[in-house]
């Protein structure tokens, strides 16, 4: 047993800021799915949209990779 | 044996230190560091694929040409598509940072090398001055009407207080997430490929289920590295285009 009380809450902290990234994952899966469901019925005007699908999926993963940024911070900066 | 051990025993997060070129411990703003060396190297693969790809100009392009004309018109579509035409003034900054970025992401590939976007220094200070840039090129073209963006006329009266709020905190939150994206992108697949590594190193010889697992998000990782470049072009052209249009 080593280490302290403050080092075992920031490493919990880590952990549980990680579940943060569950959200970005259905979030990124929700604008792939309605992309895709879309594209298919119909499919001509699906090329146009690719760029719009990548910009929701940016908007959408970044806020999961803020809460790795602040699992990180936890880790490695307190 | 345990000095074997231990070095098999690498940290994932030690890819990331930045080292001076020519020894020794210390760091000063003009130390040339690994992060320097990529970043130059970055530049000049792009100077050699774009002057020599383009030396030839022939009609039917050899290789080279061939992805330097993709390259361009890739960029160039995309800055017509999201930013319109008169975003092609500011076509040069947005092809400079894709380059410089993809070229930064793939070299990081490679075995052994540091990848400069990885570092969130790197891709802030793209990132600010993108924000910096949009943000005085909206002031200049539209005076104070580029306030509009923050204040939806599409919205009902009572919401929108509430919607400029919303809009002010995701404004002056672009340079972070915009910045976070890339770097955490690239941080979190090298780092993954580096814990299986540490797999692969603890299991000797019969680490096959590591080595396929790394050759996995390998692939994964090409196509991150494409992908976040291609985000970072993408979110540049669409600040643009509230730059050059804040009504719609």
Known sequence: ?78 | MAEEASAFNIHPMDQFVIKPLFGGHELNWYTPTNETLWMGIAILAIIGLLVLGTRGRAIIPSRTQSIAEMAYGFVYNMVVDVAGKDGLKYFPMIMTLFMFIVFSNFLGLLPMAFTPTSHIAVTAVMAMGVFLFVTILGFARNGMKFLSIFWISAAPLALRPILALIEIISYFVRPISHSIRLAGNMMAGHAVIKVFAGFAGALGLGAVAPILAISAVYALEMLVAFIQAYVFAILTCVYLKDALHPGH
């Open chain 1, 1 to 78: 047993m080593e280490g302290d009380i403050v080092q075992m809450g920031a490493y919990i902290g880590a952990g549980l800021a990680c579940t943060g990234m569950g959200g970005a994952a259905i979030g990124v899966g929700t604008v792939v799915g309605n992309y895709i469901s879309g594209a298919l019925r119909n499919p001509s005007a699906s090329a146009s949209q690719t760029a719009t699908m990548f910009i929701g999926i940016a908007f959408s993963e970044a806020l999961g990779i803020f809460s790795f940024l602040v699992a990180l911070l936890l880790m490695y900066a307190s």
